[in-house]
Nanobody, 120 residues
Framework: QVQLVESGGGLVQAGGSLRLSCAAS????????MSWYHQAPGKPRELVAQ???????NYAESVKGRFTISRDNAKNTVYLQMNNLKPEDTAVYYC??????????????WGQGTQVTVSS
């Protein structure tokens, strides 16, 4: 059994910063990619940023230069540093972790979501 616990969301003024964390625990053999998605009301869930096991990163165009994804493999944790936040960044943020619970078992796991609200 695997659990993801997110933290770090909240209310911030435009131009401010927040740092999200997502820690994975449980029966983990190895972790592949770690990602952050967001979902605004009435909109589909969208990829914000991803980091591979090798450290390669990719970002949505809307957050390039403002958000930074990182991971601590010793802690099975992924972070999202969000700077210069804009009202349009308001959404529920979810982490997704692709991991193995065994040599032949690969699955995606999702966090519970954390609300980020940016006021103008």
């Amino acid at each position: 059994q695997v659990q993801l616990v997110e933290s770090g969301g909240g209310l911030v003024q435009a131009g401010g910063s927040l740092r999200l964390s997502c820690a994975a625990s449980g029966n983990i053999f190895s972790i592949n990619a770690m990602s952050w998605y967001h979902q605004a009301p009435g909109k589909p869930r969208e990829l914000v940023a991803q980091i591979t096991s090798g450290g390669a990163r990719n970002y949505a165009e809307s957050v390039k230069g403002r958000f930074t994804i990182s991971r601590d493999n010793a802690k099975n944790t992924v972070y999202l540093q969000m700077n210069n936040l804009k009202p349009e960044d308001t959404a529920v943020y979810y982490c997704k972790v692709t991991l193995r619970t065994g040599v032949y078992s690969v699955s995606d796991y999702w966090g519970q979501g954390t609300q980020v609200t940016v006021s103008s």
